[in-house]
């Protein structure tokens, strides 16, 4: 069974950082793309970023409300997805999934998501 | 970026009758290369995360009711809950993935009438 487990989140004052992580199981975790989409209390969904399988060289692309202050990484020998956030602002307050892309060759929609973690930025 | 739109912001149904979701792109997002469309369904249930419904605009997931149908090519997207039963209440969105960055529709609220 797929499983993605995010962890890491919390209340944290604007400019600070914190680094989510999204634990994978029951697939093989390397050979699938992984992304964070986030969705802000009462609000839709926002697309954060993703970073591609190895075979399509590990690259990452982020929206643009993220690029440059958070980062996207892997590590396939544990099969954790992780999430660099810095220089938070109030705005970055939302839940933040992890997902799956729904194949191999395809990283900018679906099928897995984790249940969410809460990132609360606040003084 | 693609803008997508969708219609109504909500609806209410009634039990076993049917309920269509519109959603718009701003640009095509048919590739021709493999003559494709990169368009995705979820539903969202309170306090879950999105579930995949449909992908490749018609493709229905494994394990979803084929009550459910996803239609449309270009620009113009319809999903369709053919007999809408009480489970289905929920906030349903469209997404792009032809080009990053990706994106979503505001969602449609879907209740019971």
């Known amino acids: 069974e797929v499983q993605l487990v995010e962890s890491g989140g919390g209340l944290v004052q604007p400019g600070r950082s914190l680094r989510l992580s999204c634990s994978a199981s029951?697939?093989?975790?390397?050979?699938?793309?992984m992304s964070w989409v986030r969705q802000a209390p009462g609000k839709g969904l926002e697309w954060v970023g993703f970073?591609?399988?190895?075979?399509?060289?590990?690259?990452?692309e982020y929206a643009a409300s993220v690029k440059g202050r958070f980062t996207i990484s892997r590590d396939d020998s544990k099969s954790i997805a992780y999430l660099q956030m810095n220089s938070l602002k109030t705005e970055d307050t939302a839940v933040y999934y992890c997902?799956?892309?729904?194949?191999?060759?395809?990283?900018?929609?679906?099928?897995?998501w984790g249940r969410g973690t809460l990132v609360t930025v606040s003084s | 970026d693609i803008v997508m739109t969708q219609s109504p912001d909500s609806l209410a149904v009634s039990l076993g009758e049917r309920a269509t979701i519109n959603c718009k792109s701003s640009?095509?997002?048919?590739?021709?290369?493999?003559?494709?469309?990169?368009l995705t369904w979820y539903q969202q249930k309170p306090g879950q995360p999105p579930k995949l419904l449909i992908y490749?605009?018609?493709t229905r997931e494994s394990g979803v009711p084929d009550r459910f149908s996803g239609s449309g090519s270009g620009t113009d997207f319809t999903l369709t809950i053919s007999s809408l039963q009480a489970e289905d209440v929920a906030v349903y969105y469209c997404?792009?993935?032809?080009?990053?960055?990706?994106?979503f529709g505001g969602g449609t609220k879907v209740e019971i009438k």
């Open positions: 640009q095509s997002v048919l590739y021709s290369s493999d003559n494709k469309n990169y």
């Open positions: 029951g697939f093989t975790f390397g050979d699938f793309a």
């Open positions: 970073i591609r399988n190895k075979a399509y060289g590990g690259a990452t």
């Open positions: 490749w605009a018609s």
């Open positions: 997902t799956r892309g729904i194949d191999k060759a395809v990283a900018g929609t679906w099928d897995y």
């Open positions: 997404q792009q993935y032809y080009t990053t960055p990706l994106t």
